[in-house]
């Protein structure tokens, strides 16, 4: 785990592995940023010329190292891009620094220390740099042997922020709140990446009960037997192929100052193969990642915990495994869902609003002020917004408007999305109240109306269809990594934080 710290040490005096610096476009060429004057003093004020012609050109992404000149500590300096250099009198933005700093973080895997003498001009900005860091450290190692595991670097074990005050009480909550939040979404990747045969929906519950225990909060596990005498025949239904039986873990973080509670709902299909409905060749490689939703809420639940936020909030994680068998859902039966209501399943590959609606109706007879679903729900989500951004759906306007500029804020790609009644009507079954599938146009749309129907009257509500970012197949960049990537756990802190500050409403 890597380990932070705040450093009041000049940049060209802290004894480290490597310093990290900022370069970014400017008009007429690459400008070096905020924080580095010492060391571009070094070089005699020469460090863009010296940059530019190894061939950097300060874009986000690029990293250049080169050895450092007398005068600095460290061996090597490294050179990570910020993009374009902010106008007169404005400062760098936050998600700029904190990719910068993830790119710094992965290159300079193996090493025990680093100094990071980016731009800080702000608390937020040390804390965005911090939580870039931290994030772009991260490594998931778990299942390598010592034998094939030698060669393979280790994460940087050390961040050492400079430019931060580490006797300011802000700042050290700031450093103390990106050290809580980037090890519950590091926490949330290892559940991503683990394997569909060591994450089971009961193994997954056993690491929520267990980061209850540590943290303080109240967990609850319905199985399969406490399942089928509380009628979650949703949840049943999907799990009733699997050698491995579902699971509903309800974690809850309380405060004793807080006035509002926020209930957060995630889909958990530790693996899905579509059941009988099966996925094509190719489709399936991945999906031990359709539990994303339910480990951006644990650990959304458990890092508003660690941070103390003054608001309730309650997490539920809705657990089973898609497989086909003699004993699972077949297209065409009828489930009757927790709430009573009757689905005709004409697709075992829609599973993931089945486990969810009844996760949605257990939470809203709670009557919490809000909810929030997340979930990979939606191929459909994919192709209308890439792999890098997660769409929002709601009950309300202001409430999807809200949460889209927390993610913004954050640093989270999102856009809002409509819920049309028009599409409701194609989910109208001649057999069972409803349908889990309609229109094939605008699927994720579908599914949003889908799971509308099982939130409490008058409680408002979003979702959020993560399945573009959740897992990321390609080369690293930035702070994401190859794999699981944490998605919407920032978004839901800070929406918890803006519910305690009574920003909400």
């Known amino acids: ?3 932070l710290t705040l450093s009041t040490a000049g940049a060209a005096t802290l004894r480290a592995d490597a310093l990290v610096v900022g370069v970014a476009k400017g008009g007429k060429g690459l400008v070096v940023a905020p924080g580095a004057e010492a060391v571009d003093t070094a070089f005699d004020g020469r460090l863009a010329a010296v940059l530019e012609t190894l061939g950097a050109s300060g874009a986000e992404g690029e990293a250049t190292k080169l050895p450092a000149p007398a005068g600095v500590k460290t ?22 620094l904190r990719r910068a700093a993830g790119t710094a973080a992965r290159v300079l895997a ?8 980016l731009p800080v001009e702000a608390v937020e900005d040390a804390e965005a740099i911090a939580e870039g860091a931290l994030l772009g450290a991260y490594s998931f190692d778990a299942f390598r042997s010592s034998a094939n595991g030698k060669d393979a670097k280790k994460p940087l074990a050390e961040v050492a922020l400079l430019g931060a005050k580490p006797r300011d009480k802000a700042y050290k909550a700031a450093a103390e709140r990106a050290l809580a939040l980037t090890e519950e979404i590091n926490r949330a990747r290892d559940l991503i990446n683990m394997p569909p045969n060591a994450l089971t929906p009961a193994s997954f ?13 109240k967990v609850q596990v319905l ?24 699971r509903l873990v309800r974690i809850a973080y309380t405060h004793p100052d807080a006035e509002k509670t926020l209930a957060l709902v995630g889909k958990g299909i530790t693996y899905d193969s579509g059941g009988i409905s099966l996925k094509p060749a190719g489709h399936n490689e991945t999906m031990k990642c359709d539990m994303s939703g339910a480990a951006a809420v644990f650990a959304a ?19 089973a495994e898609n497989m086909p068998s003699g004993t699972a859902t077949r297209p065409g039966d009828v489930l009757t869902m927790y709430t009573g209501k009757t689905v005709e399943v004409l697709n075992t590959d829609a599973e993931g609003r089945l486990v969810l609606a009844d996760a949605l109706a257990k939470a809203s007879e709670e009557n919490p002020d809000a909810i929030v679903d997340v979930a990979t729900l939606t191929g459909a989500m994919v192709l209308a917004l890439g792999n890098r951004t997660f769409g929002i759906m709601a009950n309300d306007d202001a409430f999807r408007t809200a949460i889209h500029e927390i993610a913004e804020e954050v640093g989270e790609q999102s856009w809002p999305m409509p819920l049309p009644a028009d599409l409701r009507k194609g989910m109208d079954s001649p057999t069972a109240d ?3 599938m309609g229109e094939r146009m605008g699927g994720g749309l579908v599914a949003g109306l889908f799971l509308k129907e099982f939130v409490g009257e008058g409680i408002t509500w979003a979702h959020l269809d993560i399945a573009g970012p959740a897992f990321h197949e390609g080369a690293p960049y930035g702070y994401t990594p190859k794999g699981g990537t944490g998605s919407a756990v920032r978004t839901l802190v800070k929406l918890a934080e803006r519910t305690a500050e009574g920003d909400l409403g």
């Open 223 to 246: 199985d399969e037997k406490a399942l089928t005498k509380g009628g979650y025949g949703g949840i049943l239904g999907v799990g009733a192929g699997s050698a491995n039986p579902p």
């Open 110 to 117: 193996g090493a025990k220390k680093a100094a990071f003498a």
């Open 434 to 436: 409803i349908a889990n």
């Open 301 to 319: 639940v458990v890092a508003a915990a660690r941070i103390g936020l003054a608001v309730n909030v309650t997490g539920w994680l809705a657990l």
């Open 205 to 217: 519950a056993a690491t929520a009960t267990a980061a209850g225990k540590e943290h303080g909060l």
């Open 75 to 96: 061996p090597v300096v490294l050179a990570v891009g910020l993009g374009q250099a902010p106008a007169d009198g404005e400062g760098y933005d936050p998600e700029a």
């Open 1 to 3: 785990m890597t380990a």
